[in-house]
């Protein structure tokens, strides 16, 4: 079996070594890359959403690179999400492509066993003892890279070159990415917060905190967001994602962290009371907490025209204006442009330090 | 005075509106239905609503500004989840949220009666009658019960193939059956049947010269269609469209197909995708036609027109 999936941000890195250890062979694609976009929005009904373009294209390259297996997560909701791999398997199939399709979802569960046991040949125990050991490489790989990117989200705003700071993150990435035994990922991940402290350091001393919201693959993947975060960190703003990789499969996929979830749409619910299938409760209520934690601003990302991301924006907008805290909505396609985006970007900025040299900070309580 | 509650004419209103009449007319209230879709109403709805919500939910939320101050309350129903088969079916997040979109955009709005159907937590008559009590009916008091009966006599909605459509318990204009290609126009009941929102593409179909064929499945179609489908969308309102679509194309009945939708519907993208790969498979012509509150209804007209020309030419073969 050569599995390929679609590619969100540095997933390749942590499904590789998981699929790998369980015995299966990965295609890794080029790096998902603006012609693979364009060559999924030419494939993609018109509109569809970006997420599917974007990983419409990428499953074309990974079966150019010799794919016979495309590894889906999917589920039976109201967002589009739920609709990628069958979807995406039809248009491949009538483009004349030959695969097999493995949707794993928590409907679709005993399928997902077969397939891997299957990888080891059928017998259990073994695909048992493998599974534990591609989990617990994935499952350190996935924490380390959390961490790596925490710890450079922290320290951007302070970094007197924040592109060698960028470098640092990309070297240690690598390094995680290479990584094929559990040890060498726990001293990496020791040695984290004392590479990045080894950065040298400009004169900041309070930088402006934005909480970036949003749909989960305009978050995760810097190809379509134009790497919001860095940008954000390179003008000194200190971003904190509701969502990274690592909280993304632990949520979605192995449904971890639903404290966490439950209380984000508890706090939610008096604006919202049905999530409706994306990332919109779950965004709002990280708004709401960013007005209790005194963020600057919120940024919120989606792609054009993603219903769930649209139609919370409405409240979105409420929340700002009643509690006074600065909001962007950006929605990307595959038309945008980086130059548009950095100038909204540095707009907002400038509004935020305006706001802070005039001391207004959001209100606490609905007044 | 009864209490007058007000329902605006879009949406899924168009598909349920005698059953939720009914049921609040039995209840003792005076049912008011807003005016239908217009230039104004959309115009302000396309001011107010989030620029990429599609059309119809502009035409909603103009008419909530055109009708919240002749009603003492709105009805708004939210449509969250529907079991067909005993497989959940959901409404497009647009369905599901809209009650909550309407107190973002009008925050000083009254009072919003929400009727929750998800029959993930109850079935949809205990939606009616948890409703009923809400409103401070007896739970005893059998109201919801006739509400139902009565609403299943109003039914003939915009149901039953075979029978003429009903919609807002006026049958539609019949169509004049002419001899022409048969064209299953297929596109949500909000759009076919509203006249401002679908640009009367279904008078431009039989104007053509072709004999429109628009089928709503019933409930049992539903089920038994549903059963066939290999991998069923998980939208009920789309699952319609699809059933719809596959009863047609089963018995042959068709000559050609257009697919309406409007600009930036989410569920669209997917159901056109299912139609055409799995339903139409290049069997017969397919045409789609995208509204939004810009376009000229004499372009789509020239659009249709040059389809059912082609459909002819193709017969005459």
């Known amino acids: 079996m050569k599995a390929a999936f679609p590619w969100v941000g540095s997933i390749y890195t942590v499904l590789e070594s998981v699929l790998r250890e369980l015995g299966a062979q990965v295609v890794v694609p080029p790096q998902l890359s603006d012609d693979a976009v364009a060559l999924g929005a030419k494939l993609a ?74 990888l080891s040949s059928g017998s259990l125990p073994r695909a048992l003892r493998r599974a534990v050991r591609a989990f617990r490489l994935g499952w350190l790989k996935s924490v380390a890279l959390d961490r790596a990117g925490e710890v450079w989200r922290a320290t951007m705003p302070f970094a007197d070159s924040p592109d060698y700071c960028w470098g640092v993150l990309k070297a240690i990435e690598e390094e995680i990415r290479l990584a094929q035994r559990p040890d060498t990922l726990v001293r990496t ?119 769930p991301s649209t139609v919370v924006q409405p409240t979105m907008v409420r929340v700002s204006s009643s509690f006074d805290l600065p909001f962007l909505s950006i929605s990307l396609d595959e038309h945008s442009a980086e130059t548009g985006l950095l100038t909204r970007l540095e707009a907002f900025v400038d509004l935020l330090e305006r706001r802070r040299r005039a001391g207004l900070t959001s209100r606490r309580s609905f007044l | 005075m009864a209490t007058r509650i007000g329902i605006c004419r879009s949406l899924h209103t168009f598909n349920h509106y005698p059953l939720w009449r009914a049921f609040l007319s039995e209840l003792g209230f005076d049912v008011v239905l807003s005016e239908p879709v217009n230039r104004e109403t959309l115009d302000f709805g396309a001011r107010v609503a989030p620029a990429e919500v599609c ?111 009903h919609v807002f318990g006026e049958e539609v204009s019949p169509l004049p059956t002419v001899r022409g290609p048969r064209t299953a126009v297929v596109g949500h009941s909000y759009l076919l049947f509203d006249r401002h929102l679908g640009m009367n593409v279904l008078k431009h179909v039989s104007d053509a010269g072709a004999q429109v064929v628009v089928a709503f499945p019933s409930a049992k179609e539903l089920s038994r269609h549903e059963s066939l489908l290999v991998s069923p969308p998980s939208w009920y309102y789309e699952l319609e469209l699809l059933t719809a679509t596959g009863l047609s194309v089963e018995t042959g ?53 040059s389809f059912v020309d082609l459909l002819m030419l193709k017969g005459k073969r």
Not at chain 1, 82 to 103: K, S
Request: proline share 5%.
């Open chain 2, 55 to 165: 059309l119809p939910v502009k035409a909603f939320i103009g008419q909530i500004a055109r009708i919240a101050d002749a009603v003492d309350a709105l009805f708004i129903p939210r449509l969250v989840c529907r079991r067909v088969n005993r497989r959940l079916f959901f409404g497009c997040p647009k369905a599901i949220a809209l009650p909550d979109v309407v107190r973002a955009i009008f925050p000083r709005l009254g009072g919003i009666i929400e009727l929750i159907i998800d029959e993930r937590e109850r079935p949809e008559w205990q939606a009616f009658r948890d409703l009923a009590v809400s409103l401070g009916v007896s739970r005893w008091r059998p109201a919801w019960l006739s509400a139902c009966h009565a609403a299943e006599e109003a039914l003939g909605v915009t149901r039953a193939s075979g029978s003429p459509l």
């Open chain 2, 253 to 305: 009945a068709i000559d050609g197909l257009l697919f309406v939708s409007s600009f930036a519907c989410g569920t669209a993208p997917v159901t056109y995708e299912m139609i055409r790969r799995k339903l139409v498979r290049g069997k017969f012509p397919m045409l789609t036609l995208l509204l939004d509150e810009q376009t000229g209804e004499a372009g789509q007209r020239t659009r249709i027109e």
């Open chain 1, 189 to 307: 991940y020791g040695s984290v917060e004392a590479r990045f402290a080894a950065v040298r350091r400009n004169n900041r001393v309070r930088p402006l905190r934005v909480k970036l919201l949003g749909e989960s693959y305009c978050v995760l993947e810097p190809l379509v967001n134009f790497d919001i975060v860095r940008r954000l960190g390179e003008m000194g703003v200190l971003v904190d994602p509701f969502l990274t990789l690592h909280r993304w499969l632990g949520l979605h996929g192995l449904r971890l962290g639903r404290n966490e979830m439950a209380r984000a749409r508890r706090a939610a619910a008096t604006y919202w009371r049905y999530c409706c299938g994306g990332e919109d409760a779950n965004s709002l209520g990280h708004m709401l907490r960013a007005v209790e934690l005194r963020y600057d601003g919120v940024v919120h990302v989606g792609p054009f025209a993603c219903m």
């Open chain 1, 45 to 118: 009904p018109e509109a569809m959403c970006l997420p599917f373009k974007a990983t419409l294209g990428n499953m074309v390259n990974s079966l150019e690179a010799g794919a016979d297996t495309l590894v889906y997560t999917t589920g039976s909701w109201s967002c589009r999400y739920g609709y990628y791999g069958r979807l995406q398997a039809d248009i491949l199939r009538d483009l004349g492509y030959r695969f097999d399709l493995l949707e794993l979802s928590h409907e679709n569960l005993p399928n997902t066993v077969r397939a891997v046991a299957g």
